[in-house]
């Protein structure tokens, strides 16, 4: 893990700048982070990148919502299910890829009562980002799977003590949430990635 102070985060500052201009051409304002704040940089497979994710959901305090395209991290699911074993509001979001597997994160998270939704709406939800609480946040290019951690060449960062960018991630989920179907074993999909009812 190699934590971002001082003139390196103001690098990330100018970074984030970047990142800040969506597809469409809008820009948002630079996310501007609280006193103390804090990036932390991880890049697999030397860093235990899964292992820092379940340690921050350990951490959480109200929320856990997290977006992902391929799932099969233990490590990581097993820190979901114990946050939503104490109460805190856990949402997951997958593509519809996991839901076509005999056996995957879906039905592990569906059979421990996890709250998930499959969104179906793009021919790939590539996203793999983690909302915590209100100013916690981390994306990277890693999918959450052992792999992902252990083998690939990967990176992922944790924003601590970043409220606005906390909140742009947190709006963006709400958004992919809303288009999503909540899960249910042997869900099949329409033309346009809407849950059909099954007759």
């Known amino acids: ?13 100018a970074l984030l700048a970047v990142l800040a201009t969506h597809a469409d051409a809008t820009v948002v304002p630079l996310p501007v982070p609280s006193a103390g704040a804090q990036a932390q940089v991880f890049f697999s497979p030397d860093d235990g990148t899964d292992r820092a994710i379940a340690q921050a959901l350990g951490q959480a305090r109200q929320r856990v919502w997290i977006a992902g395209y391929y799932f099969t991290s233990s490590t990581i699911a097993k820190a ?10 856990v949402r997951v979001l997958l593509d519809r890829s996991q839901v076509s597997l ?6 592990y998270f569906h059979n421990h ?37 252990e083998q690939n060449a ?14 742009t991630y947190a709006t963006e989920f709400l958004r992919l949430q809303k288009e999503s179907a909540k899960y249910r ?10 849950a059909e009812e099954k007759p």
């Open 102 to 107: 005999r056996y995957s994160s879906a039905t």
């Open 113 to 149: 009562g996890v709250p998930l939704w499959i969104n179906a709406r793009y021919p790939v939800m590539h996203h793999k980002f983690v909302v915590i609480d209100q100013d916690t946040v981390g994306f990277g290019s890693m999918n959450f799977t052992r792999a992902g951690a």
């Open 1 to 13: 893990m190699k934590p971002f102070r001082g003139p390196t985060l103001a690098c990330a500052l």
């Open 154 to 167: 990967e990176n992922f960062n944790l924003f601590r003590r970043w409220p606005q960018l906390t909140g």
């Open 80 to 89: 979901l299910e114990q946050a939503h074993a104490r109460g805190l509001d």
């Open 185 to 194: 074993p042997g869900m099949v999909f329409d033309a346009d990635g809407g």
